[in-house]
Nanobody, 127 residues
Framework: QVLLVESGGGLVQAGDSLRLSCAAS????????MGWFRQAPGKEREFVAA????????FYADSVKGRFTISRDKAKNTVYLQMNSLKPEDTAVYSC????????????????????WGQGTQVTVSS
């Protein structure tokens, strides 16, 4: 069972930056896809970014391309989401995800039913 613990959320103003961290433990495979999702009040959860653990290949939602950067530190078993030029519409609970059975094809990640989730961290961007 993978344990994911997020940190780094907070209240910022539009245009500011934040870096989210997701520390992973308890996994036994290296071929994971790690990702970030977010859910705003009254809305469905949406994909934000993902990265292949082995190759470090990143994937982004169109809404965050050019503003957010996902990275991973293998030595620390940690995934980061650097968020720049934040907008009020980025306000949401951000959750980390880990999936050993995700399908990566081209520029698309298809998540399996075996995704592990963190507890989430709140990001609030004021205008």
């Amino acid at each position: 069972q993978v344990l994911l613990v997020e940190s780094g959320g907070g209240l910022v103003q539009a245009g500011d930056s934040l870096r989210l961290s997701c520390a992973a433990s308890g996994w036994t495979f290296s071929n994971y896809v790690m990702g970030w999702f977010r859910q705003a009040p009254g809305k469905e959860r949406e994909f934000v970014a993902a990265i292949t653990w082995n190759g470090g290949n990143p994937f982004y939602a169109d809404s965050v391309k050019g503003r957010f950067t996902i990275s991973r530190d293998k030595a620390k078993n940690t995934v980061y989401l650097q968020m720049n030029s934040l907008k009020p519409e980025d306000t949401a609970v951000y959750s980390c995800a880990a999936d050993s059975r995700a399908d990566v094809s081209g520029e698309t990640v298809t998540w399996s039913e075996y995704v592990s989730w963190g507890q989430g961290t709140q990001v609030t961007v004021s205008s």
